[in-house]
Structures are given as C-alpha cells and as structure tokens.
C-alpha cells in the first residue's frame, strides 16, 4: 500500500532517472530466479546519489512516525536495505540492525546484526518487494529474537499477488514509496515508454513466471 501519490510518482521518477529501475520490454533481463523480465530494479543504486538518497530517507523516516510513532529499533533487510535502513535509523536518533538471510557459518553464526531486546518495537526497512519471501525471513528472524516487529516499509514493490498473499497470511503490514502501477503510470506520462511498450509492462505483472515476448 502506498499512503501519498505525489510520493510514489516522485519516487519512481528518481528511480527511473538514475536507472534505479530499468525497463526494456524488447530486450527483457534474466533474474536470478530464471523469470524473464522487462523491468530490472536495484534500489542500491540511489545510495550513489546524495538528492535522492536524502529524500527516500526523509519519506521512509516520515512514514514510519506517522504509521507506527517511534520504534525501539530500525531494522534493514540485507543486503540492500542495509544502507537506506541505517540512514532511516539515524535520522530517526534509533539503534539500527540488519539481518542477513541466514546465520553466518562462522564466529558467532549471528542472523541478526546488531542489538536488539526482547520486546523492542521494531520497523523493517526494505528496498524492494518481489515475492516477499526473503524481506518475511528477516521478520521472522526478528520475532525468534522476541522482537515485537510492528511492520515494513519499502522503496518500491512489483505488486505481485503472491506477495500479497505471503504477507497477508505472515499478518504483518507492509507500506512502500511507490508501485509498479504509480511507476507505468508516470513512465507513460514521461515518454520513458510508449503504449505499446506499457501493454507488454503490464501483461508481464499479472504472470512474471510464464511471461515471455
């Protein structure tokens, strides 16, 4: 769910003009997973540009205070939240950990990085939502650890109905910047793609899995 239009438009511009998100219908990108895919997101990209990486730190931090008050902790997913999470948990005056996607065979074999107690009110800060999967496996370390994880909040998400479903049955709320909606909807308005690149965008999200050109 995005809670400010203006913010989800103004979030994908940004994405889109430093090349954050890619979108190529004609030459679509592999993912790690083996989907084909016109449209290729690396949110970490943003940390390279101090405007915007200002910004999505003001509108994470923002909606964190107006959705849940003040936590006890600002945890980041790794990797890629690691950066943006940290910057929240500053601005915020807040401890920070992150929590990789299983414990480290070595040392301590820590999943969590970091120091949080039991019973600590904690936000999650991711950069991207595909399937959910890897950002509810941090949650779950979190709640493990007897953290009280009131919700996440995210820089972008593809709106995948199995992401839905993944959060919906895990109860937790999950809020993001912007949408891959708001992000065709503002690429159409941009000229960044033209209509009939917007029907091969939006045909590939009702089902990435067996999409192809």
């Known amino acids: 769910m995005i809670l400010n239009k203006h913010t989800a438009k103004k979030t994908a511009d940004h994405l889109l003009q430093i090349n954050a998100i890619k979108l190529n219908p004609k030459n679509p990108f592999t993912w790690a997973s083996g989907w084909k ?6 949110n970490r990209i943003t940390l390279s540009y101090p405007a915007i990486r200002t910004y999505l730190k003001k509108q994470l931090s923002e909606q964190v205070l107006e959705l849940y008050g003040k936590p006890d902790v600002i945890a980041g997913v790794a990797t890629g939240a690691i ?4 910057l929240v948990a500053d601005y915020l005056d807040l401890p920070f950990v992150y929590v990789r996607p299983e414990p480290k065979k070595h040392g301590r074999q820590n999943q969590i990085e970091g120091t949080v107690e039991s019973g600590q009110n ?7 939502i595909s399937t959910g999967k890897s950002s509810l496996n941090a949650v779950k370390a979190l709640k493990e650890a007897e953290a009280n994880v009131l919700g996440m909040i995210a820089i972008f998400t ?12 895990n109860q937790l709320a999950l809020h993001t910047l912007s949408d891959y909606d708001c992000l065709l909807e503002h690429a159409l308005e941009s000229n960044f ?7 091969i965008l939006s045909t590939w999200s009702k089902a990435p899995q067996e999409w192809s050109l």
């Open 122 to 128: 904690v936000v999650v800060i991711e950069d991207l």
């Open 37 to 42: 895919s016109p449209i290729y997101c690396d």
């Open 158 to 169: 593809y709106g995948f109905p199995i992401a839905t479903q993944n959060f919906e049955q």
């Open 83 to 86: 950066g943006l999470g940290a």
């Open 193 to 199: 793609i033209s209509p009939t690149e917007l029907d």
